[in-house]
Structure formats: structure tokens, C-alpha cells
């Protein structure tokens, strides 16, 4: 019996050239995938016409004008007005001036950023907390019409969103919530519970009840054994909920668009309207790209011990 189990391990053991092989895919998969991050973090240290030359300039002079036209509005002005004016007071000042202009005061980006991050954070918490109740609450009782609720829940990510695009324009108007921080975290919360529902009561599927009869047993009450017995081994689908949610929130762009204008406005609608001389302002649009990519990444490396650590459950057995 023996050997024949450590025939079998053997067999199915990967060689060190199946090993190899596997790890050189991963690693030029992961280079591919990257080749479009890396293009548009080099755009914004582009100049406008290293941006658009061909073919594509892969070596080039660094340069911060996509930084700077991405936070600054500028107004073109005659040779002889550059000349009556002062000598310049910043690098900015001076970088703007080669190009016969002048600021004439930030841009909207800091706003947008601001909402992106209002909008995102917040209706990741409420999809996040609500979907963790919803969950445990699927995962833990006899819920009548259970598995009919959980595909109704489900379907609400299957519908294209152009298809109640309308009528959610027209109620939100009605109600006031358009151009407004609460309407579209009321609608991102409400896309999202459902990724959230799904899979965080995998999650909590997997966590033995046992572990909460004893917490009450020792005279807790269920609140308090959810929050102290299932909350800690949670963490890790928490965590990867969070981030897909956050991701959908970060990067919505159509609801955005149609249900903001200003007040509310989040960065996805705005950077493509970043207007240069000539048509759209490429390095900066490379440049409130690459901003924009931050949060995701620093939300991710915060929660990465979370997703890495994988889910490991105690040795109470059924």
C-alpha cells in the first residue's frame, strides 16, 4: 500500500522543467499584462509631442508637464505679454511658460479625487457590512425560499447596466440625488451587495458552527459570537470582498457620467475630458491615469496578508 501511494505521489509530482516552464508562463503572462500599465505611467512624463509622436517614442526626456497641466488651467498669451511678465516664481511657473502660456488656476482633478474616494470607500463599507450580515444570515438559518432569493440576488449583477440607466436617472431626479455623493453610494452599495452576498457566505460556509454554539454556551449571545467567533476567521474574504468591491466602485464609469455633473463628479468621467491644444492632453491623461491607479494598489498591499494567508480553520470536527 505503501509503495503504491508513493508511486502515485511521484506521478502526479510536477518535474523541474514542468515547474520551470509553468513559472516562465506566469512571469511572461504577467509581463504582457503590465506592457499597457507601464505605457501609460511613461505618457505622463511625456511632452505633449513626445505623447503622440510616430512611431511611439520609448526612450524620451522626462519630462512633469502632464503633472502639472493634470492640476493646473492654463490660458494661452501673446509673445509680447510673456515678455512684460515677471520673472517666474516656480518650476512650474517657468515649465508652463515655454509653451507661451500661463496658469490661471488649479483644475478640478483634486475635487474629483476627493469624490472618487468618497464614493469608492464608502460604498464598499456599506456592501462590505451589509453583505457580512447578509451572509451570515443565509449561511446560519432556515431562510424560507433560500437558494430563490440567493439567484435574485445574483441576477442583479447580470443585468447590463444601460438597461436601467434611464429609469434610474429619472427616479434620482425626482428623489434629488443627482449630482450627489449619497445617490451614487446608494447605487454602487446596491451592485455590489450581491458580489458581496456570494461570497461571503462561501466564507462563512466554511466556518463550523461549533465554534459559535460554544460562545453561547458560555453565555454570549449570538451578536456577540458572530462578532467574536466568526468576524476573525472572516477576515480574509472580508478582505477580497473589499477589493473587488472597491474596484467596481473605483472604476464605474457610466452611472458616474450619467448621474453626475459636478458637484459629485468622480475621476473616471473626468480624466478622458482633459482637453490640450489640439485635442485630448495625453500626458496628462497618463498622468491622472497613473494617480488614479494608487489608492487600488496601496488598498491592495494593505490587504495582501489577508489574500495571501489563504483561510485556515480551527480542528473542531463534525
Given at each position: 500500500m505503501s509503495a503504491a501511494a508513493d508511486s502515485a505521489r511521484t506521478v502526479l509530482e510536477p518535474t523541474a522543467r514542468t515547474k520551470?516552464?509553468?513559472?516562465?508562463?506566469v512571469v511572461l503572462y504577467a509581463l504582457v499584462a503590465s506592457i499597457p500599465l507601464l505605457w501609460i505611467v511613461m505618457t505622463g512624463f511625456k511632452t505633449p509631442p513626445d505623447a503622440i509622436a510616430y512611431p511611439p517614442k520609448v526612450f524620451f526626456s522626462p519630462s512633469?508637464?502632464?503633472?502639472?497641466?493634470?492640476?493646473t488651467t492654463r490660458t494661452r498669451q501673446t509673445p509680447e505679454y510673456m515678455q512684460s511678465l515677471p520673472p517666474p516664481e516656480t518650476w512650474y511657473d517657468a515649465l508652463v511658460r515655454t509653451?507661451?502660456?500661463?496658469?490661471?488656476?488649479?483644475s478640478p482633478i483634486g475635487g474629483r479625487y476627493i469624490n472618487s474616494l468618497i464614493v469608492g470607500f464608502g460604498s464598499t463599507f456599506l456592501a462590505v457590512f451589509l453583505g457580512t450580515l447578509a451572509a451570515y444570515g443565509f449561511s446560519r438559518f432556515k431562510v424560507p425560499i433560500k437558494d430563490d432569493l440567493l439567484f435574485f440576488i445574483?441576477?442583479?449583477?447580470?443585468?447590463?447596466p444601460i438597461a436601467v440607466a434611464i429609469p434610474i436617472y429619472?427616479?434620482?431626479r425626482v428623489l434629488g440625488l443627482s449630482d450627489t455623493h449619497l445617490g451614487l453610494i446608494i447605487l454602487y452599495t446596491a451592485?455590489?451587495?450581491?458580489?458581496?452576498?456570494?461570497?461571503?457566505?462561501?466564507?462563512?460556509?466554511?466556518?463550523?458552527?461549533?465554534?459559535?454554539?460554544?460562545?453561547?454556551i458560555d453565555g454570549y449571545t449570538r451578536f456577540q459570537a458572530f462578532r467574536m467567533a466568526v468576524l476573525p476567521q472572516a477576515v480574509t474574504g472580508i478582505a477580497a470582498t473589499a477589493i473587488f468591491c472597491l474596484i467596481f466602485s473605483w472604476n464605474e464609469y457610466a452611472f458616474a457620467l450619467l448621474l453626475t455633473s459636478g458637484t459629485a463628479q468622480t475621476a473616471p468621467p473626468f480624466i478622458p475630458t482633459i482637453i490640450g491644444e489640439g485635442g485630448l492632453d495625453w500626458p496628462a491623461v497618463g498622468a491622472g491615469t497613473t494617480l488614479f491607479l494608487l489608492p487600488i494598489v496601496i488598498?491592495?498591499?494593505i490587504l495582501r496578508k489577508h489574500l495571501l494567508r489563504g483561510i485556515t480553520f480551527g480542528a473542531v470536527r463534525k
Open positions: 520551470w516552464l509553468s513559472g516562465g508562463l512633469l508637464e502632464g503633472y502639472v497641466n493634470l492640476f509653451r507661451n502660456m500661463v496658469i490661471a488656476g488649479p445574483l441576477s442583479t449583477r447580470m443585468m447590463p429619472l427616479m434620482y451592485v455590489n451587495i450581491s458580489l458581496a452576498v456570494w461570497l461571503l457566505k462561501g466564507f462563512i460556509d466554511e466556518i463550523p458552527p461549533e465554534y459559535e454554539e460554544a460562545a453561547m488598498f491592495t498591499i
